[in-house]
C-alpha cells in the first residue's frame, strides 16, 4: 500500500509571525473587524462605512489608520473621495474562513436556517 505524502509545512519566519500578529491586533477590535467583513464584500469610502456601522467619521478615520498602518487595506483617492478595499486578494476568503471557524467553535449560534448570532 503507498503512502500518502503531503507537502512540507512552510517554514514560519519571525516576519510570518509579525503579519499574523498584526491581523490579530487589527481584528481584537469589533470596528476595525466590523470594517474588514464589511470591505470583504466590495470596496467603500470612509463615510459610508461610518453610516453603515453606526460610528462616528473620526472613528472610522482613526480604525481605518489603523488597519492600513496594519497592512490590511489600502486607499485608493478618486476624484475628491478616498475608497478602501483589502489590501490583498487573499484577505476576504481568509476573513470567510474565519467567520467558518467562529461558527465551528459556537455552533449553537448558526444552523442551516440561518445564523441567531448577536
Do not use: F, I, K
Not at 459610508?48 to 453606526?54: E, K, P, S, T
Not at 475628491?80 to 459556537?106: C, G, I, K, N, S
Amino acid at each position: 500500500m503507498a503512502e500518502l505524502t503531503t507537502a512540507p509545512e512552510p517554514r514560519v519566519t519571525l516576519t510570518h509571525t509579525a503579519a499574523l500578529a498584526r491581523l490579530g491586533y487589527a481584528l481584537s477590535d469589533e470596528t476595525r473587524t466590523r470594517v474588514l467583513l464589511a470591505l470583504r464584500e466590495a470596496p467603500a469610502c470612509p463615510s459610508d462605512l461610518a453610516d453603515a456601522l453606526g460610528v462616528s467619521r473620526q472613528v472610522m478615520s482613526n480604525q481605518l489608520a489603523c488597519l492600513r498602518g496594519c497592512g490590511l487595506v489600502e486607499a485608493m483617492p478618486e476624484g475628491r473621495r478616498t475608497w478602501y478595499r483589502l489590501a490583498d486578494p487573499h484577505l476576504a476568503p481568509a476573513l470567510t474562513e474565519l467567520v467558518q471557524l467562529v461558527v465551528a467553535v459556537d455552533p449553537g449560534c448558526c444552523s442551516s436556517q440561518g445564523c441567531t448570532c448577536s
